[in-house]
Nanobody, 119 residues
Framework: QVQLVESGGGVVQAGGSLVLSCAAS????????MGWFRQAPGKQRELVGN???????MYSDSVKGRFTVSRDDSNHMVLLQMNDLKFEDTAVYYC?????????????WGKGTLVTVSL
């Protein structure tokens, strides 16, 4: 089992920046990638960005060039640096951790942190 706790959400004006943090604990040796998803009101949860243990990253087109995922594996942390925030970035942001691919592949989720971007 892996436990994830997010922090850093809040209200920010459009054009501003915010950093989200996620502290992970538990069976970290089973984890292959960590990252962030978000869910806006009335919409499905979507990938924001993630990073594998090898350092490979993936981002949604809507955040490329504005958001950066980073990991501090020594402290079991994953961060999301968000710059040039837009109103449409308003959502609950969830930290995620995925195990290595296989028959028992699992995704763990945090409880989420709300980011509100005001105009």
């Amino acid at each position: 089992q892996v436990q994830l706790v997010e922090s850093g959400g809040g209200v920010v004006q459009a054009g501003g920046s915010l950093v989200l943090s996620c502290a992970a604990s538990g069976s970290m040796d089973t984890i292959n990638s960590m990252g962030w998803f978000r869910q806006a009101p009335g919409k499905q949860r979507e990938l924001v960005g993630n990073m594998t243990n090898a350092g490979n990253t993936m981002y949604s087109d809507s955040v490329k060039g504005r958001f950066t995922v980073s990991r501090d594996d020594s402290n079991h942390m994953v961060l999301l640096q968000m710059n040039d925030l837009k109103f449409e970035d308003t959502a609950v942001y969830y930290c995620s951790a995925e195990t290595h691919p296989g028959p028992n592949e699992t995704t763990y989720w945090g409880k989420g942190t709300l980011v509100t971007v005001s105009l």
